[in-house]
Every structure is written in C-alpha cells, then in structure tokens.
C-alpha cells in the first residue's frame, strides 16, 4: 500500500514561501495512472483541495490559490513538492500529502498523516 | 468555487439512522456522479467512505450509503455506532477539473 510523509518547516513568517515535501514509499511518485495531491485544513475548519498533479505532469489548481501555488515532482528523490507564495495568518493549516488513481475520480484516497504548518512572525 | 454546504451537526441516538446533506451547484454536485464522502476521527486523516455517488470502497461497513438528487448528495448512516462519531465531508469533481469539499458536519451518537 502507498505511504505518504509530509515533511516541511512547521512556522513560516507572512509574506514568505511555504515549501512542502511528500516522500512516496510504496510505490513510485510517478506510476502510471496515479495523482499526487495537496489537501489543507485550517484549525477547527474543513478541508481545502490545493493542488494535484498527474502521471504526465499535468497539474491542476484551486482557483482560489492557482496564483501562489505550485505543486512538483522530483523522480529522483521519489518525492513531489508544494509551494505557497506570499503566505498570510490565513495559511495556517495542517496540510496533508495524498494521491488517488486515475480510475478513482475523488480528491484522494490515501493520505499522509499531515503536518501543521504556522504563518506567524 | 464555493464550499459545497453541508448541516454543521447531526445528532442521534445508537442504532437509528441518520442522513447527511450536500448541497451545491450544475458546476459540481448537479453536474457530474463525482461525489464523495469522507469520515475524519479527531487528529487523523480522512478516510474514503463513498466515491462515485453511492460506492463503497472495500473494507467499508454497508451500513453506509450514499444517494444525489439534482444539486443535493445526501450521506445515509443506518444502525448509528459510537465508532461513527466524526467530522463527515462530501466532495464533488468541478468544471474547472478540479474539487471541492463541503463545510462538515459533526456527527454526535448520544
């Protein structure tokens, strides 16, 4: 089964880039027909689906985010990334790695056990 | 895209049945038999419980069931258990091929 591992700094300062790693074990970061995804959660709130990108590379955006985020693979390190730009206090959530396949049209499937990321000075 | 809207509570008794509500929009729920539910514990993940509308995953109890109606999914629990008690999120496919989650709904077994 899939594993996924978040890993990232847990307080980045407003105005700064927010860089998130998924280590993938299990199981390549980029196998035919799998989707690499982000999902956020701010304290005590819902979920928020960030990003995902596919087996080809394509990627896919939040609307409300598209303009600050980039989502990555690195095949080399079995990993993929995520970047937020220009955080604020409203960027404080738990974010979460996660990946589904192609056949299973849903946010994610298996999920990374998240890693609380602060915005504050 | 805005959340998909969902009761903030439901509350019931064991053994009774509950329903979860998941209203949106043509551009999401309405649109596309995308819908999805999950169940979140305090502190964990979230867990798949429903894709596609109705489907269950493997391993997932029958005792969970799914439905859509127009704009509207709806969650179905029956034979309520204390291990239900959690944070539940639908979650459908959009136009713009991406997803959107519903605000949440706290289930309580009193």
């Known amino acids: 089964q899939l594993q996924l591992q978040e890993s990232g700094p847990g307080l980045v300062k407003p105005s700064e880039t927010l860089s998130l790693t998924c280590t993938v074990s299990?199981?390549?970061?980029?196998?035919?027909?799998?989707?690499r995804v982000w999902i956020r959660q701010a304290p005590g709130k819902g979920l928020e689906w960030i990003a995902s990108i596919n087996y080809s590379g394509s990627t896919y955006y939040n609307p409300s985010l598209k303009s600050r985020v980039t989502i990555s693979v690195d095949t080399s390190k079995n990993q993929f990334s995520l970047k937020l730009t220009s955080v604020t206090a409203a960027d404080t959530a738990v974010y979460y790695c996660a990946g589904r396949k192609d056949t299973a049209v849903v946010p994610a499937v298996d999920w990374g056990q998240g890693t609380l990321v602060t915005v504050s000075s | 895209q805005s959340a998909l809207t969902q009761p903030a509570s439901v509350s019931e008794s064991p053994g009774q049945s509950i329903t979860i509500s998941c209203t949106g929009t043509?551009?999401?729920?309405?649109?596309?038999?995308?819908v999805s539910w999950y169940q979140q514990h305090p502190g964990k993940a979230p867990k798949l419980m429903i894709y596609d509308v109705s489907i269950r995953p493997s391993g997932v109890s029958n005792r969970f069931s799914g439905s859509k109606s127009g704009n509207t999914a709806s969650l179905t629990i029956s034979g309520l258990q204390a291990e239900d008690e959690a944070d539940y999120y639908c979650?459908?496919?959009?136009?713009?091929?991406?997803?959107?989650f519903g605000t949440g709904t706290k289930v309580t077994v009193l």
């Open positions: 979650s459908s496919y959009t136009t713009s091929s991406t997803y959107v």
């Open positions: 043509s551009s999401d729920v309405g649109g596309y038999n995308y």
């Open positions: 299990g199981g390549s970061v980029r196998s035919s027909g799998d989707y």
